[in-house]
């Protein structure tokens, strides 16, 4: 069997101990919580499920670049805004490795498989790098809230200052 | 140099966080997640003790001496002035039904944000204090001392609750949070803990009547300018009556209406309807804030920043008080107001001019909010109002924590909407209502330096409003509260940016039919209207 097939065929499985790995980078008493199914009383854990299926899915079939942005942007807007370094709040793409590993330690020593495997790899080294681009872009977008915000608080007064200060100049 | 440890020890890097027991956890300060120190200036306009320069991430908070004592005795005080407190101190049986009730457990997982261990944090040292198992078993007991480490981590933690009461709802023997934080805010103040997003506006209120602390001439001209707005979007030219004595009804609503975007378009809204019913109405320059920051410091500001709405209504000489779209002035009037400073008894039972139905929900308090108004001129048609001005939006309504949970007002804004937006699609059941999440930033927390964690609290909210952006193409969140205008508006643009934020009244203002109005081309905020058809024929 080839690696697509064999990846195909284990899906559930990997996705778990994905999904797994992510969640243990939360408190452990977070993780009963984050486990439970339902999207609005567990919006942390169910768009993490949601997300990465979507993007294993994309790895698999070779989608590009374009169609898995949103969905690292929707997992990388969350973690840009909690108790995460830029290191760990990158990690869980990496851990997308250790999941296939564990689960497949004995097909990847079959002929052909290792190879194929190295190719995957370096597909999510490439979704990293993405990554770091959408991270970068959410935590530019915080400072940009706070000026934003700050403007919107004050408008009617900027406004009449703007118009006094027009009034002096001219 | 040294050496790049090979790939296998690489691989032993651990992104779990250490499993320490909670009492051993410190807290860590990190930017975005505390926010700023109360200021010497605003500590001394309120008479707050230990006046000081402090930040919380300094080692040393310089904290009065015998602090541990000044608490022990404000915590005794309170548990004897308070019965609930002392309720709340003792019921808890652990269920864990609110434990994953809180926006903010929900969107950082970090478990001193289930409510239950919030209060724990406090319940830890009164059992110490004021238990005889605390003091004869300690922690076998769950008590603990009262150290530096534990007053920051009630600093960190009480500011990181907004107060907003969703977990009250599911705790079956009705725990209030909200009012465990109160207490534990109260207690920090005592040793001049504090932050400044909160103090400064409460002692400018408390000055200037506003928490900008803006001069009567400066509201006179802000508003004018508004008046200005609504002339060039409908023709009609309205004039707002400030300190008119004699005036039928007082007219207060958060001072941000009046200059802050996008409160200015609801605001636009409130007096297009005053001008479309003829209302005799005034508002005030002194009881320009319907906010009350001192819901957030303690119970002798809360009541002396409520206390000038009615001495100002009395001044004035009105028959009641109409209250705007705000959250928690609600929270204050519904719950606090009567046995603080009521009953007003030198006000009338509020009757509507308009309808002659009298509001005997506030026969007491004497303040009807503006929802509740609104929706009986329209339920006796009264108005004449044409919905399709708000066919450009496609609106949902988030209900604000303190008008829903402290107030029950889940029915008359909903009627007013019906009645003034063709396009409305609900957010899923167990975010609305009772139910309904909080923007994160309330009970003063919306302060820039906060952002992070204010994303992360707002999370569960934004999270439902995108739900309905992408199922019905929502476009506009509407809701009744100044603070939730602010910053659902920056929550959303950094969640859903596609969505904006509006007040409830501002679709009312921009469906009002005017009397000798021009033709509409725009809506409040000069954003083009969908084409529409016929408009004469509407009613």
């Known amino acids: 069997m080839d690696l697509k097939s064999l990846l195909n065929q284990r899906k559930v499985t990997i996705l778990g101990r994905w999904f797994d790995l992510i969640v243990s980078s939360y408190p452990s008493d977070a993780s009963r919580m984050l486990k439970k199914e339902d999207r609005f009383a567990n ?6 499920s949601r997300e990465i299926e979507t993007l294993f899915d994309a790895l698999l079939s070779g989608a590009d670049a374009e169609q ?5 942007d929707r997992l990388l807007r969350i973690k840009a805004v909690q108790d995460f370094a830029p290191s760990e709040a990158m990690a869980f793409i990496f851990s997308l490795k250790e999941a296939i590993r564990t689960h497949l330690a004995t097909e990847l020593r079959e002929d052909g498989i290792a190879d194929s495997l190295v190719l995957f790899e370096s597909r999510i080294d490439a979704l ?4 770091f681009d959408v991270y970068m872009k959410c935590r530019e977008a915080i400072y940009q809230l706070k000026t934003d915000e700050l403007k919107r608080q004050t408008h009617k007064l900027l406004e009449r200052a703007n118009r006094m200060g027009g009034t002096a100049q001219g | 140099m040294s050496k790049t440890p090979p790939p296998a020890e690489l691989a032993k ?5 250490p499993e320490t027991p909670w009492m051993e956890t410190p807290v860590e300060f990190r930017p975005g997640t505390w926010c700023y120190s109360g200021k010497p200036k605003a500590l ?8 000081r320069e402090w930040s919380p991430p300094d080692e040393d908070w310089k904290l009065p001496e015998g602090w541990q004592k000044i608490i022990y005795e404000g915590f005794k005080d309170r548990l004897n002035k308070y019965r609930s407190l002392k309720i709340f101190m003792d019921i808890c049986v652990r269920c864990g039904a609110c434990a994953d009730k809180c926006h903010f457990f ?10 239950v261990l919030r209060a724990e944090l406090l319940r830890s040292v009164y059992r110490k204090d004021f238990t005889t198992a605390g003091k004869i078993l300690g922690h076998f007991a769950g008590a603990r001392e ?3 480490d534990v007053l920051k981590e009630w600093f960190y933690y009480f500011y990181q609750c907004t107060e907003c009461r969703r977990c009250s709802v599911f705790c079956p023997y009705g725990i209030d949070t909200a009012e465990i934080t109160m207490m534990a805010r109260e207690l920090l103040h005592l040793v001049g803990v504090n932050i400044n997003w909160i103090l400064e506006p409460a002692s400018n209120c408390s000055r200037t009547g506003n928490h900008l602390g803006l001069q009567p001439h400066t509201l006179r001209d802000s508003i004018d300018s508004l008046c200005e707005d609504i002339e060039d979007v409908t023709g009609v030219h309205i004039e707002v009556p400030l300190n008119k004595k004699g005036a039928e009804i007082l007219f207060i609503t958060p001072s941000a209406d009046a200059f802050a975007d996008p409160g200015i378009y609801t605001f636009m809204g409130y007096i297009l309807l005053f001008e479309h019913i003829g209302l005799d109405y005034t508002m005030s320059t002194y009881a320009s804030e319907g906010g009350n920051f001192g819901l957030f410091t303690n119970q002798e500001t809360m009541k002396k920043l409520n206390a000038k709405m009615y001495a100002e209504a009395k001044r004035l000489g009105v028959k009641w008080i109409l209250g705007g779209e705000c959250g928690h002035m609600w929270r204050v009037i519904h719950q606090y107001m009567d046995t603080m400073n009521g009953p007003a008894d030198f006000l009338e039972a509020p009757v509507s001019p308009i309808t002659g139905t009298k509001f005997e929900n506030a026969k007491s308090t004497k303040m009807v909010h503006i929802t509740e108004f609104t929706a009986d001129l329209i339920q006796h048609n009264k108005l004449k109002l044409d919905p399709r001005r708000n066919d450009h939006r496609t609106v949902s309504f988030h209900d604000s924590c303190n008008p829903s949970r402290a107030m029950g007002l889940f029915e008359e804004p909903r009627y007013i909407l019906k009645n003034v937006v063709n396009n409305f699609h609900e957010m899923p059941e167990n975010a609305i209502r ?6 994160g930033s309330g009970t003063g927390l919306n302060t820039d330096e906060y952002m992070e964690m204010r994303m992360r609290g707002g999370f569960p909210r934004a999270n439902a409003v995108k739900y309905v952006h992408e199922k019905h193409g929502v476009d506009l969140l509407s809701c009744i509260c100044a603070i939730d205008r602010a910053t659902l508006s920056t929550l959303m643009q950094y969640w859903i940016p596609m969505v904006e934020v509006a007040g409830v009244h501002e679709l009312v203002g921009n469906a009002l039919v005017m009397e000798g109005e021009g033709e509409r081309t725009t809506d409040l905020r000069e954003e083009d209207l969908a084409d529409v058809e016929g408009e004469e024929d509407a009613v």
């Not at chain 2, 001394?44 to 006046?51: I, Q, R």
């Not at chain 2, 009772?434 to 923007?439: G, L, N, R």
Request: hydrophobic residues 35%; contains cysteine; glycine residues 10%.
């Open chain 2, 13 to 17: 890097i651990s992104h779990q966080p």
């Open chain 1, 43 to 48: 919006p942390l854990g169910s768009t993490i």
């Open chain 2, 146 to 148: 009262l150290t530096v």
């Open chain 2, 44 to 51: 001394e306009a309120l008479g707050l003790p230990n006046v």
């Open chain 1, 68 to 72: 898995v942005k949103p969905s690292l």
């Open chain 2, 434 to 439: 009772e139910q309904t999440f909080c923007c």
């Open chain 1, 128 to 131: 990293a790098l993405m990554g």
């Open chain 2, 106 to 115: 929900l969107g950082t997982g970090d478990p001193k944000n289930m409510p």
